[in-house]
Nanobody, 122 residues
């Protein structure tokens, strides 16, 4: 069984930045695609960003493109999400996930973290 643990969430003002990290204890971590999703009350999880095993293939939701950057480190088994120019609508619980490919649907992922809260205040 694998485990993902997110950190780095918090309260930030509009226009500010946060960096989320996710530490993984997943067997053969480097064979997995990694992703970030987010969820607000009353809604399902929304795709944010994903990165393939090759470090090159990236995918972003239109709402975060140009502001968020996903990266991975297969030495430390971590995936990060750098979030810049934050907006109130970015407020959500953010989850990291590991799966076989960089999909935009949550059902494609095998492992999930417990989530970390990001709140953007205006």
């Amino acid at each position: 069984q694998g485990q993902l643990v997110e950190s780095g969430g918090g309260l930030v003002q509009v226009g500010g930045s946060l960096r989320l990290s996710c530490a993984a204890s997943v067997p053969t971590f480097r064979t997995y695609a990694l992703a970030w999703f987010r969820q607000t009350p009353g809604k399902g999880r929304e795709f944010v960003a994903a990165i393939e095993r090759d470090y090159i293939s990236l995918a972003y939701a239109e709402s975060v493109k140009g502001r968020f950057t996903i990266s991975r480190d297969d030495v430390s088994d971590t995936v990060s999400l750098q979030m810049n120019s934050l907006k109130p609508e970015d407020t959500a619980i953010y989850y990291c996930a590991a799966g076989k490919w960089a999909a935009r649907t949550e059902s494609e992922y095998d492992y999930w973290g417990q989530g970390t809260q990001v709140t953007v205040s205006s």
